[in-house]
Structures are given as C-alpha cells and as structure tokens.
C-alpha cells in the first residue's frame, strides 16, 4: 500500500524514531499506526539487546538542585560515543531524566526508571533511544541528597559532577568551591570516622603486604600500617584534603575560618572517567 509522507511524520512524532523505521514500520503494518508503534518498539528492544554487553563509557553527568537549594540528584545518562552524547535527543532526554529525578526523589535506581518520561517509563524510553541511535543508552547511575543547604558541580564537559550538602546555609562560591574540591580530588568519605569499614580493611592489607615485601620485620608491620593508613587518610578524606584552592590550609580548616559552625553532611560525586 502506499505510505503517504504525512503519515511518516505523524508516526515520527508519536515515536520519535528516523523517518525511514516510521516508514518501514508502517509499510510492515500495512498502515496500522498501533501496530507501526509496536513494530518501532520491539525494534528498539532487539537493538538494545544486541548492544546490551557494549560500555555506556561516553553519556552526560548532570547535578541538579531545588530552587531552595535543600534536595538534589546526581545522575548519569550513558551512551557508547560523544556522538550520540551531544545529539540533540540525548541532551533532552539526560536533562527530562534528571527534573523527574528531582521532581520525585525515588528511592533509587530500579525506582527511577520505573517512572515516566514522554509517555513511557525512563526505563521503556532508553530501548527505545537505543533502536533510534543505534547505541546502548543505560542510566549506570542515581543518587538524592537532603540537607539545608546543597551545592552542585558540573565540569564543564560534562563527564563528572557533584553534590554535596552542609548543615546549614554557606555563601553560593563557598558552596561551589567545595563541591569543585570533591570533583577534583574524589574523597572516599567526609572524615576518618565515617570512612567505609571494607575502604580500611582493604588499604591495611595492601600496606602489611608491601612492608613485608620490604622485609620489614614481622612485629613492625601494623605500626607501619596504620603511619600509612593515617597518611590515606589525610590525602583521601574530604576534611583532611589540603584545600585545592589555598593549598595550605585542610578543607575543615577553610571551613571553619568562614564559620566555626558548618560541616558538610554528605556528597555524591559520580564520574564516567573513573
């Protein structure tokens, strides 16, 4: 049957797929727009498994925050090449993904995509981004944040980004400065005391198996371990970082010199180089 042009673009906007699968699809369908649809839409689903194993290694790290800077999310949206990561269709959907994170805060990731986006859940709007492109799009990863005050980062190629709360409000450049300190310098954790258990055991042993191999003797090894570990810290955990931007006082200095009174609460920070 004949396909009329008019009939491509109608299905192209229902669907948002190239104008050739709108035409095929609808010709597959002998016109049926609903089973046109339904053909664009398992089309989408074969493309994203047979891309299914490939890295989401290129993609958009966004870093939003309410308008009272009290709640924000960090999220990722993925894709195969910087290509696709600067198509139009990418940077519209990265960014509808990250207002419905913040619209509604979900719990987490699987929640995340069950939500909807243009229609279909984020989850239905990936497969059906990644038979429109022709790359795997994926969401690798999500995280919320509360806190009275938050402030957000993204570097300005947008491959990581991050947010970070305080417990109470800080001048905007402060706040920003600090997140630019965890985007930089990519702390494990706030302090020594809420670095992750497993973070600890993991670097001791590391430490106790290269002073053996120094030969050092056997009932030195813990002492020397945890001079190590004490040094891990100082360079890994947020407080104890030299502050980039001074380069001589801690960030808990720099902190307190503005106000004796504030501390960061928690940050996520997410990277697609690391």
Not at 202 to 220: A, H, N, T, V
């Amino acid at each position: 049957m004949e396909i009329k042009a008019t009939d491509v673009a109608k299905l192209r906007q229902m669907t948002g797929a190239g104008m050739m699968d709108c035409k095929n699809a609808l010709v597959e369908a002998n016109g049926d727009f609903e089973r046109a649809k339904e053909i664009i839409r398992e089309k989408g689903k074969l493309v994203a498994a047979k891309r299914a194993d490939r890295d989401t290694t290129e993609g958009s790290v966004i870093a939003l925050a309410s308008d009272q800077r009290d709640k924000a999310i960090l999220v990722c949206l993925g894709c195969e090449t910087d290509f696709v990561a600067k198509n139009e269709d990418f940077v519209q959907l990265s960014k509808a993904i990250a207002q419905i994170a913040l619209t509604n805060m979900p719990a987490d990731l699987a929640a995340l995509k069950a939500l909807t986006v243009n229609g279909a859940t984020i989850e239905e709007a990936l497969t059906a981004q990644t038979g429109k492109s022709g790359e795997k799009h994926a969401v690798p990863f999500y995280a919320k944040l509360e806190a009275p005050y938050i402030a957000t980062y993204i570097h300005m190629n947008n491959k990581v980004a991050t947010i970070v709360g305080f417990n109470k409000t800080v001048a905007v450049e402060v706040g920003k400065d600090i997140a630019m300190q965890i985007t930089a310098m990519n702390p494990v954790s706030i302090s020594k005391n809420d670095c992750p258990q497993s973070v600890i055991e993991k670097e001791l042993e590391i430490y106790r198996e290269q002073i053996r191999q120094e030969g050092k003797p056997e009932q030195m090894v813990e002492q020397i371990a945890k001079g190590k570990l004490n040094k891990f810290f100082k360079e890994s955990t947020l407080e104890e970082q030299i502050f980039v931007k001074d380069g001589k006082a801690t960030v808990a200095e720099h902190l307190k010199a503005i106000d004796p009174e504030v501390k960061v609460t928690g940050f996520f920070r997410y990277s697609l180089n690391d």
